[in-house]
């Protein structure tokens, strides 16, 4: 049986740290850009994002990005924080990793493609992996904090 | 609502064709619970009583789409309810609820009630088949269809009407016989205005908005509703430089209709020379915004117009003044006329004083010496003949309550 983390390479925590900074700084940097996306698309006026009919995109995509990049400084102080002597066993650990990694794509992720397609005031059906993230985000932050 | 509250119910939704069953569609109900849903707002009614007004003033208005109007409120409508007991007592306690928004024949004549005007209406008051039942949606869309050609604001523009129920396409479905040779009913050219439905059958005859607005009541042109009810006739509204008696002589001739007696000025004066000196501020402000109209411009000249619109630029209520100015920045020479009918009465004499100080000096002022517009045979108006309709004005205060 291969060790806890094997899968992703990260096997001790200072892997781990590795790995979570690196995801939270390209998290940023993603997450970022799409603001200074949709900063634009407000400057410009462009109405596929402003009109009062693609209010749910506009809604959608703004929690897109205010998630993506709070999740990459999430990663970040994660990545910090394994610094820090804890009680941390190499499987909870991986599902912890795994668990803030899924969360980050999920919950972004949902919001961005329920804002692609949407109907009316509901967003599309992509927004149906944000329940899925936000669970994975809450099992991680339980195990980040039982683990302190 | 209560059970799309529920996303996966919603979402079920979403992925088939048919129609919701919980949210009310107009197009789907029955011509009059159509009409109701846009009666609402667009109509004129009041509480039936006071423990009505309680309640809706407690809970809101207990009328939904679908449901019947008139079991949840008093729709006005005095060409049949006129001696109720509920309009008794309405004009019990406000005696001009009646002539502040409906003409004397109870025709509504302000805007924004178009359901008192549809529902006396014979295409919709006398139709027995609901495909052919005359409703709001028979030339409205509330959401532009997905086929218009138009931009939306254009769309907007023409008070959202439909693509293809503009012109003669919203009557034209049910009166296809007289669509098939216009020209025969209208007996005037068939590219002229003359010929469009809506100018003779849906005259501008309702004020609102610092306008006219078209009358909802369908209805056919005569002399009789101006002489007996004091409502502008189509004909007339165009044709600003003839005489009620010119109008009736043709409707006699094209349509057999026996035209009443007319008084001595009704016969020598155009109807709307009459309509700007002697008529109400409702009136005079109908009068006023119809020698703005293109179509009317063009089918009685426009710079005789000029001493009447000039003589409104004084009048006492200020949206007569209003529409009189913008009929005149119409006229040719007078787009940038400075003129702001809210200014102290000096001032807007003033500017009145130039505008026919202008005129007088320009051609415009002697190309029509015609008695029935007021000017002699030199060209001069025959002021004498202006202040005698002037002093039969009609002075009643009116609040047009659109």
Known sequence: MPPAGATTGATTPADYARRHLRFGWWSLLVFLTLGLVLETLHGFKVGFYLDVANSTRRLMWTLAHAHGALLGLVHLVFGLSLRVPGERTPARLALLSRALVGATVLLPGGFFLGGVTFYSGDPGVGVALVPVGAVLLLLAVLLAARAS | ?402
Request: a negative charge; charged letters at 25%.
């Open chain 2, 1 to 402: 609502m209560r059970v799309n509250r529920n996303p996966l119910r919603r979402y079920a939704g979403y992925g088939d064709d048919d129609a919701d069953t919980t949210i009310v569609q107009p197009a789907r109900l029955d011509p009059a619970r159509s009409a109701e849903v846009c009666g609402q707002c667009h109509g004129i009614w009041t509480f039936r009583d006071a423990a009505d007004e309680r309640t809706a003033n407690a809970h809101g208005l207990p009328y939904r789409p679908g449901d019947v109007l008139r079991e949840t409120r008093f729709v006005a409508q005095p060409k049949v309810d006129g001696s109720s007991d509920q309009m008794r007592a309405l004009l019990a306690a406000d005696p001009e609820f009646v002539r502040g928004s409906f003409w004397a024949d109870g025709q509504v004549r302000v805007s924004g009630r178009e359901y008192n005007g549809l529902i006396d209406s014979p295409c919709f008051a006398d139709a027995a088949d609901p495909e052919r039942t005359m409703t709001c949606l028979s030339c409205h869309a509330m959401h532009q269809s997905a086929g218009d050609p138009r931009p939306t604001a254009a769309w907007a523009d023409t008070h959202q009407v439909d693509a293809g129920r503009e012109g003669d396409g919203g009557c034209a479905g049910c009166h296809a016989p007289i669509a098939a040779d216009v020209a025969a009913h209208t007996k005037h050219d068939v590219d002229s205005a003359g010929s469009r439905c809506y100018n003779c059958h849906m005259p501008y005859t309702s004020y609102g908005l610092l306008r006219a607005i078209r009358s909802h009541t369908v209805t056919s042109p005569s002399v009789q509703e101006s002489v007996e009810v004091g409502r502008p006739n189509a004909c007339n509204l165009c044709h600003l430089d003839r005489t009620l008696a010119w109008t009736g002589d043709w409707l006699r001739a094209w349509y057999g209709i026996r035209p009443p007696a007319l008084e001595v000025e009704e016969r020598a004066v155009a109807a709307s020379v009459l309509w700007v000196l002697r008529g109400d501020a409702g009136l005079r402000a109908l009068a006023a915004w119809h020698m703005g109209w293109e179509p009317a411009q063009e089918a009685s000249g426009s710079g005789w117009t000029v001493p009447y619109l000039g003589e409104l630029l004084g009048d006492p209520y200020d949206a007569v003044r209003y529409v009189a100015a913008q009929s005149l920045r119409s006229l040719p020479g007078l787009g940038n006329l400075d003129y702001d009918y809210v200014a102290p009465a000096a001032a807007r004499r003033e500017a009145a004083v130039d505008v026919l100080r202008a005129w007088r000096s320009s051609p415009a002022a002697t190309e029509r010496r015609d008695a029935r517009l007021l000017y002699a045979r030199d060209g001069s108006l025959d002021t004498a003949a202006m202040r005698r309709l002037f002093d039969t004005r009609d002075r009643r205060p009116l609040f047009l309550r659109e």
